[in-house]
């Protein structure tokens, strides 16, 4: 039993009203729900969220009847591994207990169904409390991503011993992509998401970005634009 779950709260500071807002023809929460929803391999889906207009569409698609959100669970501080933890809970309740739970940022909707799949090929090899959809980051810490130190100078963020002077030089750091599949004991004991086995799954960059600014929106809109061959 595969339970695949999303979160959506009502508020968002940096895009007002993201996650029901249109993306490219219907609500940005639909090209993360409709991937779960069809998948064959995720026999529940839920969403999680506070926003009642966007529960009952929810609903309204397929989605199970777990109620709203608690309310300390919408707050700006909420951590998501609460969230999982009701969200898993509250599902099985109604279709008994999971073997696995897959949880699809509704902020991060370039991922296609290869993703999930993959991601859950990844998972069912039984190595890891987590999968975790990531991508290689563009920044990083050992070689262009700096910080003022206590002198008030600029420093790179991870020095190593003579520097690194070329970024294929540096070690391979991730940035995640929204999209975790994890083991339903690691939710119910852990509390934070790398207390045990995490692996990524990796993905191409032009599948990875997440909303979270109004930039952020119009390049993902560019690119979900050229995808369906609309005028971008």
């Known amino acids: 039993m595969i339970i695949g779950e999303i979160g959506a709260r009502k508020g968002s500071k940096g895009v007002p009203n993201k996650n029901f807002r249109d993306m490219c023809g219907k609500p940005l929460i639909d090209w993360s729900l409709d ?3 069809d998948s064959a391999r995720i026999d ?9 207009a966007i529960y009952e569409h929810a609903i309204a698609k397929g989605a ?3 109620g709203l959100r608690p309310a300390e669970l919408a ?3 909420a951590p998501k591994w609460g969230v999982w933890e009701h969200a898993l809970a509250a599902a099985e309740a109604i279709v008994g207990p999971a073997t696995g739970f897959i949880d699809l940022d509704c ?3 370039l991922r296609l169904a290869e993703d999930i799949d993959g991601a859950l090929d990844l998972f069912e090899q039984g190595k890891a409390d987590m999968v975790m959809g990531c991508a290689e980051a563009e920044t990083n810490p050992y070689f262009n991503m700096l910080e003022l130190g206590e002198t008030g100078s600029l420093g790179v963020v991870k020095p190593l011993p003579g520097g690194v002077w070329a970024r294929q030089n540096a ?4 940035i995640h992509t929204g999209m975790y599949v994890l083991k339903p004991d690691y939710i119910r004991t852990a509390k ?4 045990g086995h995490v692996i990524p799954y990796e993905m191409p960059d032009d599948r990875a970005m997440d909303i979270d600014r109004p930039l952020d929106w119009q390049i993902v809109e560019f ?5 369906l061959g609309l005028d971008a």
């Not at 934070?192 to 207390?195: C, I, K, M, S």
């Open 44 to 52: 529940a889906v839920v969403v999680s969220t506070d926003d009642p």
């Open 75 to 77: 707050t700006d501080d």
């Open 192 to 195: 934070t998401l790398f207390d």
């Open 35 to 37: 991937q779960l929803l």
């Open 223 to 227: 690119l979900m634009k050229q995808r």
């Open 107 to 109: 902020t991060s909707p």
């Open 171 to 174: 070690p391979k750091v991730y």
């Open 64 to 66: 199970l009847d777990i």
